[in-house]
């Protein structure tokens, strides 16, 4: 198998040397540099034709500051609210027109116990849009359904299960 001559195990040791004794300079100027308060290499910035040019001068009145601000732009995707205070003949249809003049609702559920199939007092709608769901928090919390005041919130993410 011939792979043509590398130079040897001797050219490539000089050729590591020689870059090392350059890197040795270079950060022994670097520090020097530092320690006169000069940046290196801050200073300049090369050109595309190889010809380092000065960096250009930034001033204060330059500078614009942004600040991180909370507001929403837009709606977000559908928004889930939890309906409580349901009573035990309030069916899924009922919570559905109770809420649907607030605006266009994507899901509603009321939560039926397992072993009886009754509500379980509970139930979730998902607005399309998150106005339309603060809308119903603020006119549905503490109003009457079927005789029983609703406690109207934005659902809470479900607390993984334990195995």
């Known amino acids: 198998m011939n ?14 040397d020689l870059k090392k004794k ?4 270079r950060l022994r ?4 540099l ?14 595309t034709d190889g010809v380092t040019a000065p960096l250009p001068e930034v001033r204060l009145e330059d500078v614009v500051i942004g600040v991180a601000r909370s ?3 837009g709606d977000f995707g ?15 249809e009922d919570l559905r027109s109770s809420f649907s003049k607030f605006g266009e609702i994507v899901d ?19 607005y399309q849009s998150s106005a339309a769901a603060e809308t ?3 006119e549905m919390n503490g109003a009457q359904l079927d005789g029983r005041p609703l406690k109207v919130n934005r659902a809470e993410a479900r607390p993984p299960r334990r195995s």
């Open 108 to 126: 509603v559920a009321v939560i039926a116990d397992r072993a009886t199939s009754q509500s379980r007092g509970f139930g979730f709608v998902t």
């Open 78 to 92: 559908p928004t889930k609210l939890f309906v409580g205070g349901l009573s035990s003949e309030t069916t899924t």
């Open 29 to 32: 100027r670097n520090r020097e």
């Open 71 to 73: 507001t929403r732009r």
């Open 34 to 47: 530092r320690a006169r308060g000069i940046d290196p290499g801050a200073d300049e910035l090369p050109d």
């Open 3 to 16: 792979r043509g001559y590398s130079g040897g195990k001797r050219n490539r040791e000089a050729s590591r």
């Open 136 to 138: 119903a928090i603020k």
């Open 22 to 25: 350059e890197k040795e300079d």
